[in-house]
C-alpha cells in the first residue's frame, strides 16, 4: 500500500499544501471597453475597441476573448502549445460553450470545469494538482464571461433595458489565462503553494440581484477553513482577495469572518469592487468568472511578481444558480476555491 | 527542480499511466421506469416507480438521482462521508443544477466538471489524478441525466410532443456514483489504470438529432490516441466501451478506426445501444450523463469484479452544444475521455 503524501491533511482539514514547486509561468489578459476604462484598464493586455470582438453573437465575442487571452499567455510564457499537456476552462454560459468554441482550435486535451464565478479558482487548483501529482509538466487554465451573453443567460437581454438594483452586480467583459508549470524559469510571476477547494454552502437566499450576499457564506467557509488548516492569521497574508462579492457581499463576510472571531477588513480586497471606477455606475461591483481572472493577470499578479506582495490569498467567489432554478424558486447557494499565492521574489 | 514522474509520456501522447493503485471501491445505480424495463432493469440498485422521485419538477428529480446514487454508494463503500475528501461532479443541464441541488447537503469539496456526456469519465479521471497525486485518500464522483429535463434544456419541453428521427437518442434517467480510493479492500470493483484525455474534435456536423455521428470523430480520436500511447491493439481489450454514440455513431466509429488500420468491432460495446431493448423505441439508443454511468456500475463493474473481463477501455463520449450555440448555428463538437479499467481478480 502507498502512503498518503504530503499533501494530505488530517480529517477535518480539507486544504492541500502543494508538494512541489507550482509556478505561474505567464498569464493574459483582456477586457471589454467598461473594464478599459476602470483603474486597470491600461494594465490589461487588450482591451477592446467594442464588446463584439468582431463577430456575430455575443456568445462568439466571448470564445474569441478566450481564444485570444490563451493564445497571448502561450506567447509570453515561452512553451509551445504542443507542449501544454492539459487546459482546463470553463466559463458561465449553459454547457460552457464559451470554452468549447473558444478553445477547440488548440487542440489540447480538455478539462471541462464549472464552478459558476468561481471556476477561475478551480481551474488553477485543479491545474495545480495535476502538475503537483506529477500528470503535467505544463497546464493552461483560462476563464471568461461576457456582460451580454450572461445577461441573456441568467436575466435578461440587453434590449430589454430592464433595470437592475443598488445590489446588482455587472458581469465583467474579459477573459484571463494563465499558463502553469513545474519548471522554473527566469521570469515566473508566482507560485502556487496552498489550495482549498470549497463546499457548496447555502444560506437560502434567493435574490439573483444580491449574489454577494449569496456567495459571502461560502467565501467565509473557504477563508476560515483555509485559516484554520494552515493555522495562520489574516495578518499573514498581503491581501485576502475575493472575486466579486461586491460591496454588499464584502459587508457580509467582514461580519461573518468577526463572528467566527478573526478580522479580515485590514487584508481584504474584492476583484468585482476594484476592477470599475465608483463613476462608472456598475452597482455592487463587477462580477463574472472573467473579472477575477482578468484582476489576477493584470493586477495581482504584477504585485507578486514585483515582490510588493509575499503572499496573497486568492478566493473566487460563485453562485450556483441558473435560469431554471431561478424560476423554479430555488436558493441561490455559493461555493469559493482559494488559492495560495506567493512571491517568487 | 522535480523530475516529471513516471506518469508523463513524452510528447505527441497524452495519456496518463497510473503511478500507484487507485481502486473503484464501491458503487451505486439509480435508474428511471424506461432504463428498468430495460435489459440492465434488475441490475441497477433501484429503479424509480416514477420518474419525478417524488419532487415537484424535473430539476428537483435529477438532483434527486445523484443524491440516492451517492448515499448508497457511499454506504456500500465502509468509507464515511467525512472520509471522502473530494467530490467530483456533473450534468448536462445549465450551469450543473441538478449536482448543486443534489449534492449540496453532503459538504464535500466539490469540483465542479463539465464534459457533457463525457463527464462520467472526466470526473473519474480528476478524481484518479487527486489520488494519484496524492491529494486525496478517498475521492467520490456523481454524474446524472434525466429524459425530461434534459429536453426542455436542449430541444422542447415534454408537453410539446414532438417527433424524433430514428438517428436521435434517448437520454438516460439514472445516475452513476462511484467511490474512488487509493486503499486497497477485499470489495473492490476494479482498478483504475490509464486515462486518456480528450481534446474537441469538431467535424463541423450540426444535426442535434443525430449526435452519435457528432460524437464518433472524437472516441475515434481518444481511443486511437489511448491504444498508440500504450502501445496496445483492440484485442488487448475485453471490451472498448464508449458512452452513447448510439448505432448510427457504432457505425461512425468503427468506419473511422479501421480508416486508422485498426479495428475495433470485435470488442466494441456502446451503453447506449445496450440500455434498452429495441422494443423500446428509443431509436438509435440511449444517452447523456447518466447513460454510461449506470451501465458502468450496474454491468461493466460486474464483469470486471467477477474476473469475466480482465481489461476495459471505458470511453465516455460527449456532444458540446447548447440550446444557444445550436440556435445561432454552431457545429456540435465531440468530446471522450478515456478510462483503462482493470480487473482485480
Redesign the interface.
Known amino acids: 500500500?502507498?502512503e498518503?503524501?504530503?499533501?494530505?491533511f488530517s480529517?477535518?482539514q480539507?486544504s492541500?499544501k502543494i508538494?512541489?514547486?507550482v509556478y505561474i509561468r505567464a498569464s493574459a489578459s483582456i477586457a471589454g471597453t467598461k473594464e478599459g476604462q476602470g483603474p486597470f484598464g491600461d494594465q490589461f493586455d487588450v482591451v477592446g475597441k467594442d464588446d463584439r470582438f468582431g463577430c456575430e453573437?455575443w456568445?462568439?465575442a466571448e470564445s474569441t476573448l478566450q481564444k485570444e487571452a490563451l493564445a497571448l499567455a502561450i506567447g509570453k510564457s515561452g512553451i509551445s502549445k504542443?507542449?501544454i499537456?492539459?487546459l482546463l476552462a470553463?466559463d458561465?454560459?449553459?454547457?460552457?460553450?464559451a470554452s468549447?468554441?473558444g478553445?477547440?482550435s488548440f487542440?489540447?486535451?480538455?478539462?471541462?470545469?464549472?464552478?459558476?464565478c468561481s471556476?477561475c479558482g478551480?481551474a488553477i487548483?485543479?491545474a495545480t494538482?495535476?502538475i503537483?501529482?506529477?500528470?503535467?509538466?505544463h497546464a493552461a487554465c483560462v476563464t471568461s464571461s461576457h456582460f451580454a451573453s450572461a445577461e441573456?443567460?441568467f436575466r435578461y437581454p440587453l434590449g430589454y433595458g430592464n433595470q437592475r438594483p443598488l445590489s446588482a452586480s455587472w458581469t465583467v467583459t474579459g477573459s484571463g489565462a494563465f499558463i502553469l508549470s513545474?519548471?522554473?524559469s527566469e521570469n515566473d510571476r508566482a507560485m502556487i503553494d496552498g489550495l482549498t477547494?470549497?463546499?457548496?454552502v447555502?444560506f437560502g437566499l434567493k435574490d439573483s440581484m444580491n449574489m454577494g450576499a449569496c456567495m459571502a457564506p461560502a467565501a467565509c467557509d473557504t477563508i476560515y477553513q483555509h485559516l484554520t488548516d494552515f493555522g495562520r492569521s489574516p495578518s499573514d497574508y498581503d491581501r485576502i482577495i475575493t472575486g466579486d462579492l461586491g460591496s454588499v457581499g464584502q459587508k457580509a463576510l467582514w461580519d461573518m469572518m468577526r463572528e467566527k472571531g478573526m478580522d479580515i477588513s485590514k487584508v481584504h480586497m474584492d476583484c468585482g469592487m476594484e476592477i470599475y471606477d465608483r463613476s462608472q455606475d456598475a452597482h455592487a461591483g463587477g462580477s463574472g468568472c472573467g473579472c477575477c481572472a482578468v484582476v489576477l493577470s493584470a493586477y495581482i499578479l504584477k504585485q507578486l511578481e514585483e515582490g510588493k506582495w509575499k503572499r496573497v490569498l486568492f478566493v473566487p467567489t460563485g453562485a450556483?444558480?441558473?435560469?431554471?432554478?431561478f424560476n423554479?424558486g430555488?436558493s441561490i447557494?455559493g461555493?469559493a476555491h482559494g488559492v495560495e499565492l506567493v512571491s517568487c521574489k
Chains 1, 2 share one sequence.
Request: charge should be negative.
Open positions: 500500500m502507498e498518503a503524501v504530503g499533501a494530505i480529517q477535518g480539507r492541500i508538494p512541489v514547486p453573437t456568445e462568439e504542443e507542449e499537456r492539459y470553463g458561465l454560459l449553459g454547457q460552457s460553450i468549447t468554441f478553445l477547440g487542440q489540447i486535451p480538455l478539462v471541462g470545469m464549472y464552478g459558476a471556476t478551480l487548483s485543479m494538482v495535476m503537483a501529482g506529477g500528470m503535467a509538466e441573456k443567460e513545474s519548471v522554473k477547494i470549497g463546499k457548496i447555502d450556483l444558480l441558473s435560469k431554471t432554478s423554479e430555488q447557494p461555493i
